[in-house]
Nanobody, 123 residues
Framework: QVQLVGSGGGLVQAGGSLRLSCAAS????????MGWFRQAPGTEREFVAA????????RYTDAVKGRFTIYRDNAENTVYLQMNSLKPEDTAVYYC????????????????WGQGTQVTVSS
């Protein structure tokens, strides 16, 4: 079992930055691909970014490319999502997730989920 705890959300003005963290406990997260997803009210949960267990490969949805960066510190069992140049449309609850080995873009493919952290971007 892997337990994930997400944090770092908050209220920020458009153009601002936030860094989300996802701390893993239980089994070491070094063999798990990690992903960040988000869900705005009335919408389905959508893929934002993912990183392989090694940290060498990453993937982003087009809407956040060039603004968000996902990276991980396996020694600390933590994955981060650095979000810059935030826009009002980035407002959502952000969830971190883990799955064995390679990443996927579909939420249903992930085995473990954090509790979500709210990000609100004001215009």
């Amino acid at each position: 079992q892997v337990q994930l705890v997400g944090s770092g959300g908050g209220l920020v003005q458009a153009g601002g930055s936030l860094r989300l963290s996802c701390a893993a406990s239980g089994r070491p997260c070094r063999r798990y691909a990690m992903g960040w997803f988000r869900q705005a009210p009335g919408t389905e949960r959508e893929f934002v970014a993912a990183v392989t267990w090694s940290g060498r490969n990453t993937r982003y949805t087009d809407a956040v490319k060039g603004r968000f960066t996902i990276y991980r510190d396996n020694a600390e069992n933590t994955v981060y999502l650095q979000m810059n140049s935030l826009k009002p449309e980035d407002t959502a609850v952000y969830y971190c997730a883990a799955r064995s080995w390679d990443y996927e873009l579909v939420p249903s493919q992930y085995e473990y989920w954090g509790q979500g952290t709210q990000v609100t971007v004001s215009s």
